[in-house]
C-alpha cells in the first residue's frame, strides 16, 4: 500500500499548496467594509446589484440573478424548466415527479442532486475524451432508450468547454430543454462567446476554490426577464405583492448576502489575470511532464478556450501500476516505471501540497446505484462498473476516474514549487 519510490531530497513545502484557494486582492475587503459601514448587512445592497450587472455584463446575457450559491443556482434553474415541461406541483411535490432527466455522469454532485430536489431521476451520460464531459453519442443513445426524456443538465468540468453544438443539436432534435451548469467554467469560451449562455438555464458559482469568489455565493444567469423574476422571487421566500406574507408558491431563502457580494465585487476585475495565470500552470505541467507516459485534461483547441481552472492528468493504461479503489480506501502496489493516482496523490501530500481525484463519476455512487446509465455503446447498467486493473474500463468514465488526477492548481504557487511537484511525479514513474 505504501509506495515504494525514493522521494529523497524533495523538501515538503513549509506552507501548504493548495489545489485551488482563494486570491484576494484588496478590493474584496473594500466592498465588505462598505457594506458594513452604510449598515446593508442584508440580502439587498449595492454590493449585490453591482455584481448582479457587472457578471450579466462580463458573460453576456440580460439577467444574472445572485444567489446563495451555485447549487441554489441549479436547484431554481431545474425548478423552473420542470415547471415549464410538467406544470406547477403541489407544495408537497418536486416540480419533476418522476420524470427522468439527463445529466452529466462525470461532475460534482451539485450538478445533479437538484434533480432529486424536484423529485426527478437523473439519468446519466458517459463522457467523452476529447473535453471530458457529456458524450453526445451517448446522449443520443439515450434518447433512443428514454424518448419521453425533455430534459437534461451538463457540466463543464475543471473549466473545459463541453461539446456544446453538438449536444444542443441531439437536445433541439429530441425538443428537450437544457439546464448548463458554469460553475467550473466561468470565464471559458465555446466559439466566442462565454459559457453560461448556452442552456435554456445556466447557473455559476463563486464557491471558495473557483475561479473568483466571494467565499460562497452563486448566480443564476438568463436572458428571460421572467425567469430572472421568478427565481428572485423564489430564493426569497416566495412573497407575494401584498402589504403582509402572501405565499402562492413554496419559497427558499437563497438569495446572496450583500457581505458576499462586496467580495465578489472585489473579484471579477480579476477573473482575466485569474484565467492567465491558472493557463501559465497548465502550460508548465504540460511541459514539465511531456517525458512522461501521461497526458492532460484535453479540450478543443479550435473552438474553445477553457478558463484551466484545475490541471489534470491521465496515465497511460500501460503505465498504471495496479490500483483498486473500495467504497472509502484505494489500494495500490507499488511497481517500477509505472504508477497510479493513488500512489501520485499520496507523494504529492508527502511533499504538503494538495492533488484530487478525478471526480467520481455519479453512476458509480453508492446513492445512484438504482438510476440508469447510458454509454455511447448503449445502456450502461448491467456491465459491470468496475475498472479491471489488466484490461478496459466499462466506460468513459470509469476509465478517467482510475487513471487521472487533479493536480495542485493554486494561483498563487510559485514556479519554484510547481517544479518540485513536477519532480515528484516523475519518481513516481522511475
Ligand atoms: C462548485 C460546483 C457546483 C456548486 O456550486 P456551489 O456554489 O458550491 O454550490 C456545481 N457544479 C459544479 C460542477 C461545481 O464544481
New binding site residues.
Given amino acids: 500500500m505504501l509506495s515504494t519510490k525514493d522521494f529523497s531530497g524533495i523538501e515538503p513545502f513549509e506552507k501548504k499548496v493548495w489545489l485551488s484557494s482563494p486570491t484576494m486582492h484588496g478590493d474584496e475587503l473594500r466592498y465588505m467594509k462598505e457594506a458594513y459601514e452604510t449598515n446593508w448587512m442584508s440580502t439587498v445592497g449595492a454590493n449585490i446589484n453591482e455584481a448582479e450587472k457587472q457578471i450579466a455584463q462580463k458573460v453576456g446575457c440580460r439577467y444574472a440573478v445572485a444567489l446563495s450559491?451555485?447549487?441554489?443556482?441549479?436547484h431554481l434553474a431545474t425548478k423552473l424548466a420542470g415547471e415549464r415541461l410538467y406544470g406547477m406541483a403541489r407544495p408537497s411535490e418536486g416540480t419533476l415527479r418522476g420524470h427522468k432527466v439527463f445529466c452529466?455522469d462525470m461532475?460534482?454532485d451539485?450538478?445533479v442532486n437538484p434533480v432529486a430536489y424536484e423529485d426527478g431521476e437523473a439519468v446519466f451520460i458517459d463522457t467523452e475524451r476529447d473535453t471530458w464531459n457529456m458524450d453526445p453519442a451517448a446522449l443520443e443513445k439515450a434518447f433512443a432508450l428514454y424518448p419521453d426524456v425533455r430534459l437534461l443538465v451538463t457540466?463543464?468540468?475543471y473549466g473545459t468547454p463541453g461539446k456544446i453544438d453538438e449536444i444542443r443539436a441531439v437536445a433541439k432534435a429530441h425538443d428537450a430543454l437544457i439546464i448548463e451548469?458554469a460553475?467550473?467554467s466561468l470565464g471559458a469560451l465555446y466559439k466566442g462567446r462565454q459559457t453560461g449562455t448556452f442552456g435554456d438555464y445556466n447557473?455559476i458559482?463563486?464557491?471558495g476554490?473557483?475561479i473568483i469568489t466571494g467565499s460562497?455565493?452563486?448566480m443564476f444567469l438568463t436572458d428571460s426577464r421572467e425567469d430572472a423574476d421568478k427565481v428572485r422571487k423564489w430564493s426569497t421566500q416566495s412573497r407575494e405583492a401584498a402589504p403582509w406574507y402572501q405565499h402562492e408558491e413554496i419559497g427558499y431563502n437563497y438569495r446572496m448576502s450583500n457581505v458576499i457580494a462586496g467580495v465578489i465585487r472585489g473579484q471579477i476585475p480579476y477573473l482575466d489575470e485569474h484565467i492567465a495565470q491558472k493557463k501559465a500552470i497548465y502550460e508548465r505541467y504540460r511541459e514539465g511532464l511531456s517525458d512522461l507516459p501521461v497526458t492532460m485534461n484535453p479540450y478543443d483547441a479550435d473552438n474553445s478556450e477553457p478558463n484551466f481552472w484545475l490541471s489534470c492528468l491521465l496515465i497511460d493504461p500501460s503505465a498504471m501500476c495496479r490500483q483498486v479503489r473500495g467504497e472509502k480506501q484505494p489500494l495500490f502496489i507499488s511497481e517500477p516505471g509505472k504508477t497510479c493516482p493513488s500512489e501520485i496523490l499520496e507523494a504529492i501530500g508527502s511533499i504538503n501540497a494538495e492533488g484530487r481525484p478525478i471526480?467520481k463519476p455519479m453512476h458509480l455512487q453508492p446513492i445512484y446505484r438504482m438510476n440508469g446509465f447510458v454509454t455511447a455503446k448503449g445502456n450502461g447498467r448491467g456491465q459491470s462498473n468496475a475498472y479491471i486493473d489488466e484490461g478496459e474500463a466499462q466506460d468513459t468514465g470509469a476509465d478517467i476516474f482510475a487513471r487521472g488526477l487533479c493536480l495542485p492548481s493554486d494561483n498563487k504557487m510559485t514556479e519554484e514549487q510547481q517544479d518540485r511537484i513536477i519532480e515528484v511525479i516523475h519518481r513516481c514513474f522511475a
Avoid: C, V
Fill in positions: 450559491a451555485g447549487t441554489a443556482a441549479l452529466s461532475t460534482f451539485a450538478t457540466a463543464h468540468l451548469d460553475a467550473e447557473a458559482s463563486f464557491n476554490n473557483k460562497s455565493g452563486g471526480w
